[in-house]
């Protein structure tokens, strides 16, 4: 029997027919109900409750981020997944706040991919978590749109398996590219944030972190001194020993720190 329930709302009936279709190969999923439009989906949640909704972005009327907003206003929000077509941006700001999504048009793998990541959350009762995630990104978008500039980023939100972890940006200690993903360097630990670093850059407080290197981004007051290591080639060493690479393009902006 299938454990999960999933609501599809999105206005080309062909998407919604492909989605189920797919859907057809995951045994613990059920479509609870198929929808065209905010309205309908709001009709159907009444109707059948759902764990997961796969929501489209573009759609008349109201758009999928407008009635997201609405989910996450829940006494028992369910999960959100976008299925979009919107650009790199767009799609930064969703890893920024740990909110996973599908690029038109969908690609089993991941959908297969972001169908285990809701199980896991759901499974470990997440769901408040990730529309706390999910209500930080609409305020985000909220303030794109009326032209000001985002909040800066209080506290980021970690993925890890299962579960969704805060951490407040003023515990980070510096932190470094990754692959597709972040390392963000706390007293004592390592976590792993599926971001880029310029996304993450671009949301962080003004002035609190400061670009060393392409691949590392540090707080000022974590830097002990500054070492030569051969030709155009430096390194911060923190004080706590670690030594963080500094390149030939940012070492005058290091140098400063000891002014």
């Known amino acids: 029997m299938p454990r999960w329930k999933l609501l599809i ?3 080309e009936a062909l998407a919604r027919s492909n989605l189920q279709l797919a859907l057809a190969e995951h045994p613990d999923w059920a479509v609870s109900g198929l929808a065209a439009s905010a309205a309908e989906a709001r ?3 009444v109707k059948c409750p759902a764990d997961l909704v796969l929501l489209d972005i573009q759609m008349p009327r109201q758009n999928g981020l407008a009635y997201a907003a609405e989910l996450a206003a829940l006494a028992d929000p369910p999960l959100v997944v976008f299925v979009t077509a919107h650009d790199e941006h767009a799609l930064a700001a969703f890893e920024v706040h740990a909110l996973d999504y599908l690029l038109k048009p969908v690609d089993d793998e991941r959908l297969a991919q972001a169908l285990r990541r809701a199980a896991e959350l759901l499974g470990n009762q997440q769901q408040g978590r990730y529309a706390s995630s999910l209500q930080a990104l609409l305020r985000e978008q909220a303030a794109e749109a009326r032209g000001d500039d985002a909040p800066a980023l209080a506290q980021l939100v970690v993925r890890s398996v299962g579960s969704l972890q805060r951490v407040d940006v003023r515990d980070i200690r510096w932190m470094a590219s990754a692959g597709n993903y972040v390392e963000l360097h706390l007293q004592g630990r390592c976590l792993l ?3 880029t670093l310029r ?9 609190e972190f400061l670009r060393v290197h392409r691949t590392a981004l540090l707080r000022p007051g974590e830097v002990a001194s500054l070492k030569v290591l051969g030709d155009g080639v430096y390194s911060a060493l923190l004080h706590d020993g670690t030594q ?16």
């Open 199 to 207: 996304a993450l850059e671009q949301r962080l407080p003004r002035g």
């Open 244 to 259: 963080v690479p500094v390149s030939e393009r940012y070492v005058e902006a290091v140098r400063a720190l000891f002014d």
């Open 193 to 195: 944030h599926r971001a």
């Open 43 to 45: 009709v159907a949640m």
């Open 9 to 11: 709302v999105d206005d």
